[in-house]
């Protein structure tokens, strides 16, 4: 049975999104799907989910599966969602979302307020690049 003919409600139908589509610190080339302005740094397989169900999706964590382009074969970057975007009718879940990519764009947006991101003891990564004093120490 090809997977078109199945309803849209079977998971073999859902959209899939690797956490490296929004990882600011993946090229183009290396997978990144949103633009880098819109793109959050590492991003993970549950920070997503937890989005996504907070915006009325339903989704699914596949922690076994890897991004085929993913260089590092660590725990952080295993895994991927799968999220349903249509009903069986072909009406999408949330009228405001009519693609993989604005959802995308929409969970890039919110990871940054969660908070784990924003704990007071979690360090949050600066917005621009620290310079460093370069000059001549003084003798004492």
Do not use: H, W
């Given at each position: 049975m090809s997977v078109k003919s199945k309803p849209y409600s079977d998971e073999a139908r859902w959209n899939v999104i690797y956490p490296a589509y929004?990882?600011?610190?993946?090229?183009?080339?290396?997978?990144?799907?949103?633009?880098?302005?819109?793109?959050?740094?590492?991003?993970?397989?549950?920070e997503i989910q937890d989005i996504l169900q907070h915006e009325g999706f339903n989704s699914k964590i596949e922690k076994n599966k890897m991004y085929p382009?993913?260089?590092?074969?660590?725990?952080?970057f295993l895994g991927r969602i799968r999220i349903q975007l249509k009903n069986d009718d072909g009406a999408?879940?949330?009228?405001?979302?009519?693609?993989?990519?604005?959802?995308?764009?929409?969970?890039?947006?919110?990871?940054?307020?969660?908070?784990?991101?924003?704990?007071?003891?979690?360090?949050v990564p600066p917005t621009a690049p620290q310079t460093q004093q370069t000059g001549k120490k003084k003798k004492r």
């Open positions: 929004m990882n600011s610190k993946r090229t183009k080339f290396e997978g990144r799907r949103i633009p880098l302005a819109k793109a959050v740094i590492n991003p993970t397989c549950q382009r993913e260089k590092d074969r660590e725990e952080d999408f879940v949330n009228e405001k979302y009519k693609s993989t990519e604005a959802v995308m764009i929409r969970v890039a947006e919110l990871i940054p307020q969660l908070k784990t991101r924003t704990a007071s003891g979690a360090p």
